[in-house]
């Protein structure tokens, strides 16, 4: 791997870091925002729902952007952007404020993951390695941001979490104004990409399309109830710890696991076919999720730490799925669809979920996600199809 590369994966492995960090804080701090403002799980679903949405919305149009303007300016605007929300989150005063706060904050993170991505498709030549490797990363930052969050609420406030991350985030802008050289995007050659391609499969990137999103939705739903589900359903463990402590702690080592989920996902993707790996990647989330939903105390924990491995084995083959089956030229407008149907319609689960919660307990969450994931199978099994058949 050469300097350059490194640089890249470093700067762009920093920032999925803590975007994943940025909007993982949120559910973690549920219990501790319910009590501050008096508000209802439903309300709080349905605020995640909000930033959520706008991390999705955002990728559209950041993927059109990254064709004209390139990865580096993208990935500015990201960092400089997120920091200003986060700390607009971080002194709001009131529960509408922090609402505005995070809907800024969901979209301006939004613009980097088809930034992040394409760059990486376009300058890491071992892709499915690389991939993993920001995966990795962003596994990191999905578990520190539930720890970081609550461990700053018991010491300071929860306003701290989201102020360290804006000053982190300031930080890496600096960090990728000084060590990614500005190249116009039109005076780029195409045939300087890696992994250059100059066709795309439509039927294929349309079925992942459809099965990401699902998974998306799955997403949203486990993790914006998990930690308070964690925190309700572990009496036994560590009894001398608080409920805000234990939804931070238990689902910080879910994403833990993630990250051996990860390095399983390249390693699965350098050796099988991916579209058919992915068929059994998603599968293997099923059980899972249903067991999260009739499990408590140390049952609870296992199942979503193998839940953990199981759903974040998925992405490294599929962010290299999106490059196989895109142009090159058109690859920041596919990550962009992807993110968009994964985060931003992917978000509306959150809200849902919410309503699930309310009315027949979090722990109905759980199964519901399972469900949702079985369409989600039959995409990807015809989106394999598709890519044999080009």
């Not at 910080?252 to 390693?267: D, W």
Request: hydrophobic share 50%.
């Amino acid at each position: 791997m050469t300097r350059f590369e490194k640089i890249i994966l470093s700067i762009t492995g920093g920032s999925h870091l803590s975007v994943h960090a940025l909007m993982l804080a949120l559910p973690s701090l549920i219990p501790i925002i319910r009590n501050e403002f008096n508000v209802g799980l439903d309300i709080l679903g349905f605020v995640v729902t909000v930033s959520a949405f706008m991390f999705g919305l955002g990728a559209i149009p950041a993927g059109w952007a990254e064709k004209r303007f390139g990865g580096r300016s993208l990935l500015l605007i990201y960092q400089v952007g997120s920091s200003l929300s986060a700390l607009l989150v971080a002194l709001s005063s009131s529960f509408i404020m922090m609402i505005v706060g995070l809907g800024f904050m969901g979209f301006f993170c939004s613009i980097y993951h088809p930034a992040g991505l394409t760059l990486i498709s376009h300058r890491v030549k071992s892709l499915t390695r690389g991939m993993a490797i920001h995966g990795i990363f962003g596994s990191t930052g999905s578990a520190l941001g539930p720890l970081l969050a609550t461990t700053l609420a018991a010491l300071i406030s929860w306003r701290s979490a989201y102020a360290f991350l804006g000053i982190f985030n300031a930080i890496l802008a600096v960090g990728t104004y000084l060590t990614i050289p500005y190249r116009k995007r039109s005076e780029i050659p195409e045939e300087e990409f890696a992994n250059h391609n100059i066709n795309t499969n439509k039927p294929a990137l349309i079925f992942y399309f459809l099965a990401n999103g699902f998974m998306g939705m799955a997403y949203y739903g486990f993790t914006t109830f998990m930690p308070l589900h964690f925190a309700e359903n572990t009496t036994s463990i560590l009894p001398n710890l608080t409920e805000n402590m234990k939804a931070g702690l238990f689902p910080t080592m879910v994403f833990i696991a993630g990250i051996g989920g990860q390095i399983i996902g390249a390693r699965i993707g350098e050796r099988f076919h991916k579209p058919t790996a992915l068929i059994y990647i998603i599968m293997a989330n099923i059980p899972f999720l249903i067991l999260m939903g009739y499990t408590s105390d140390i049952f609870l924990i296992i199942s979503g730490i193998f839940l953990g491995i199981a759903y974040f084995s998925n992405q490294p083959i599929g962010n290299t799925l999106i490059a196989n089956f895109t142009n090159s030229q058109n690859r920041g407008i596919g990550y962009g669809f992807s993110f968009f149907i994964s985060f931003g319609i992917g978000s509306f689960a959150a809200g849902f979920s919410g309503l699930i919660a309310e009315n027949m307990g979090v722990a109905a969450v759980f199964p519901a996600m399972g469900i949702l994931l079985i369409p989600s199978v039959l995409f990807a099994f015809l989106m394999s199809r598709a890519a044999r058949s080009s």
